[in-house]
């Protein structure tokens, strides 16, 4: 048995679970994922059970963070031209700041 198939428990995953999303909803998705760190079975597993993802400072961590930036600021640029905020840009900037405040805390 790999340990990757076991949870912090030991308990044996051996069930797999899966479901549909839309193309948006999925890169919506992957850009959470990429901004916890974590793999994306660990990221989807604790959303569902409703426990908290803690986002532990890394390498992978902050260039997800940069990349993520550096598109909100290109969105920002397209926005003071004269475009309208949407929904999915508002909600990333809040998962950044999310993240940005518990980076912060932990390092004090």
Known sequence: ???????????????????????????????????????????????????DVIVQGNPRVYKALKNELAAVLQELQRIEAGGGVNDELLNTIELIADILGGLKEESE
Not at 2 to 11: G, I, T, V, Y
Request: proline share 4%; hydrophobic share 30%.
């Open 1 to 51: 048995m790999l340990a990757k198939n076991r949870d912090e428990h030991n308990r044996w995953r051996n069930i797999t679970v899966g479901f549909r999303v839309s193309p948006e909803e999925n890169e919506l998705l992957n850009r959470a994922v990429a901004l916890s760190g974590l793999p994306k079975q660990e990221y989807c597993y604790r959303k569902c059970m409703n426990r």
